[in-house]
């Protein structure tokens, strides 16, 4: 196996820092070198600031094999990432003529401004990278033991040539003969504190693969993450700790990676041939967003009634008004009664209510936070359950609708 490479990614723009636009370069670059068995140790954002670039750039040499920098490349007087990395790794600054070429082309018919000729400049002893989707090339070079790529910040450029160029470039330059493989395992209906408590003994006991607990909105998961020569040989260390976690926690974990709870609510659906209709309060609509977010999810799903107000409650799904003036609509009976009459009102085997106070204030002399889920199954007993979730208003509507399915899930399966 070769030497580990010690790798950091530093995202250049202001816009990055004041939160107008997501880091996802370094999100998509990370995760694919991962798969090259590159270690990833820093990530750095900062923004179009020639004093602080420079101690990012210095500090990046000091201590990285790999510095992949993005953004900074563009035709402005604010794009500063040549000029500060021609003073700090010490190569000169000049203009390639081919790149050069390549943005003449692109103008050919539309006038050229001359500030586009910055973007054919590159760092002296470079390889260029071509951008074949934009103007700006990408280019690397290596000096005094750190091997220094350069690319566009927009996400479709940088791809491409990465894609096209780039990771051929690592490959070959740092002679990587292993891979990192990861797998996440998901879990709902456990804590995230219980689940590591649950696992701490393997977690303490961690070399490769590696575990690592994560917490979401709603639901909990593990990732595992092992290295070595193959993807092949590395899945198979990881499924010998993935059955360990399952002889522990197993009824808990719900699917891995791209799954979701919804996801595997619709396959349970679709697979016994039931259809589910949803009257939903507080959620507004949440639950049956993300279900028929799911291509195909007209095959089990009739449709949802949102009923926020007690009188559509009493009106349009027929809870009668004795039932609310005694029980009140945040309650266990009239959380019963809407998955009932939802069911039977959309012609669905299976209903599904929500109803409670997401806040700011307590409603009926309930707390913010409490709520009551109800399930129907056409011939056996309806239920409701009763929570009390924490957070804003919009935590409480989430995590309703996450424990919801979760419900679902946990009854057909």
Not at 108 to 120: F, G
Not at 267 to 289: P, R, V, Y
């Amino acid at each position: 196996m070769s030497n580990q490479v010690k790798a950091e990614i530093l995202s250049v723009g202001t816009e990055l820092l004041l939160g107008q636009i997501a880091n996802t370069n370094a999100k998509w670059l990370s995760a694919r070198l991962a798969q090259m068995g590159v270690h990833m140790y820093y990530h750095g954002v900062v923004g179009d600031n020639e004093i602080r670039l420079r101690e990012q750039f210095f500090q990046a040499k000091q201590r990285s094999d790999l510095v992949i920098v993005t953004g900074g490349l563009g035709p402005t007087d604010d794009d500063l990432t040549r000029e500060v990395a021609s003073e700090v790794i010490g190569a000169s600054i000049l203009e390639d003529e081919e790149a050069l070429k390549r943005i003449q082309a692109v103008f050919a018919h539309r006038p050229m401004t001359p500030n586009n000729r910055k973007q054919a400049r590159i760092l002296q002893g470079s390889t260029i990278l071509p951008n074949d989707v934009g103007l700006a090339p990408g280019f690397v070079l290596t000096k005094e033991g750190t091997t220094w790529i350069f690319l566009p910040g927009v996400p479709r450029e940088m791809k491409a040539i990465m894609e096209q160029h780039g990771f051929d470039y690592i490959q070959s330059r740092f002679a990587i003969s292993s891979t990192i493989y990861s797998k996440m395992l998901k879990f709902v209906g456990i804590g995230e504190s219980q689940l590591e408590h649950d696992v701490h003994e393997l977690i303490q006991k961690q070399t490769n693969p590696t575990i690592a607990p994560l917490a979401s909105e709603g639901e909990v998961a593990l990732r595992l993450t092992a290295k070595a020569f193959s993807e092949q040989e590395a899945k198979a260390l990881i499924s010998e700790s993935e059955r360990m976690i399952m002889q522990r926690v197993g009824s808990f974990c719900y699917g891995a990676d791209g799954d979701t709870i919804e996801h595997k609510v619709f396959q349970l659906l679709q697979a016994s041939g039931e259809q589910i209709a949803a009257a939903e309060s507080l959620t507004g609509g949440q639950f049956m967003n993300q279900l028929i977010s799911i291509p195909g999810a007209s095959a089990i799903c009739s449709g949802g009634i949102v009923c926020y107000t007690a009188s559509v409650k009493e009106h349009v799904l027929n809870v009668p008004k004795l039932l609310i003036e005694q029980y009140g609509t945040v309650s266990e009976a009239c959380a019963i009664e809407l998955a009932v009459q939802v069911a039977r009102k959309l012609h669905s085997s299976i209903g599904i209510s929500f109803t409670g106070v997401a806040g700011p204030s307590e409603l009926e002399g309930q707390s913010v936070g409490t709520v009551y889920i109800g399930i129907y199954h056409a011939g056996k007993q309806p239920y409701a359950k009763k929570f009390h979730f924490h957070g804003d208003r919009e935590a409480v509507r989430q995590r309703s609708v996450k424990k919801g399915f979760e419900l679902l899930y946990h009854y057909l399966k």
